[in-house]
T-cell receptor, first 114, second 111 residues
């Protein structure tokens, strides 16, 4: 049971480059989420998705793009990376039938933008 | 004002100690409440849900005070393995299974 996976786990890129972070879950959960975690801010929601082809902005969406053509995948793209996007990115999923909105997180991607 | 506020700590306690964390939330219409645990450089994981009546899971007790809009977590008989960051989490009334996370309280248990 793979659960929820993220790739790559570590990424170093340069300012202005496009970067895509992948998220894959095997539970067929309806909801998927992307967060970034920075010191002092905790987890901040970037984008979320209620189902395939349904996505919406979270608290900090600027500079990011998402898509969800299949239930199990929810890639996050940084169209033109900036140094302020250096962070740890977590993907999460939850089942609308699940208990009390529990979210299950992937292991995270550590992104450094030089 | 942040929607969920926590004391960042760190709380440095000896093994066997009892330690308590509080957090406050700003939206009185918030629906569900949780404590998540996050180990260093790892993903957050659900520790326990928090009910209005208070609930206990082994050495952990969580309480919710809706009138004052605060949530607490009590850890009894602390173990070295309890060292982690504890995230206070609130579900807003907007639905979509969204959660709002506090920045976390760091706990360090020493021998």
């Amino acid at each position: 049971d793979a659960g929820i996976t993220q790739s790559p786990r570590y990424k170093i890129t340069e300012t202005g480059r496009q970067v895509t972070l992948m998220c894959h879950q095997t539970w067929s959960h309806s909801y998927m989420f992307w967060y970034r975690q920075d010191l002092g801010h905790g987890l901040r929601l970037i984008y979320y998705s209620a189902a395939a082809d349904i996505t919406d902005k979270g608290e900090v969406p600027d500079g990011y793009v998402v898509s969800r053509s299949k239930t199990e995948n929810f890639p996050l793209t940084l169209e033109s990376a900036t140094r302020s996007q250096t962070s740890v990115y977590f993907c999460a999923s939850s089942d609308k039938r699940g208990k009390y909105n529990e979210q299950f997180f992937g292991p995270g991607t550590r992104l450094t933008v030089l | 004002r942040k929607e969920v506020e926590q004391d960042p700590g760190p709380f440095n306690v000896p093994e066997g100690a009892t330690v308590a964390f509080n957090c406050t939330y700003s939206n009185s219409a918030s629906q569900s409440f949780f404590w998540y645990r996050q180990d260093c450089r790892k993903e957050p994981k659900l520790l326990m849900s928090v009910y209005s009546s208070g609930n206990e899971d082994g050495r952990f007790t969580a309480q919710l005070n809706r009138a004052s809009q605060y949530i607490s977590l009590l850890i009894r008989d602390s173990k070295l393995s309890d060292s982690a960051t504890y995230l206070c989490v609130v579900s807003p009334p907007s639905g979509y299974n969204k959660l709002i996370f506090g920045a976390g309280t760091r706990l360090a248990v020493h021998p």
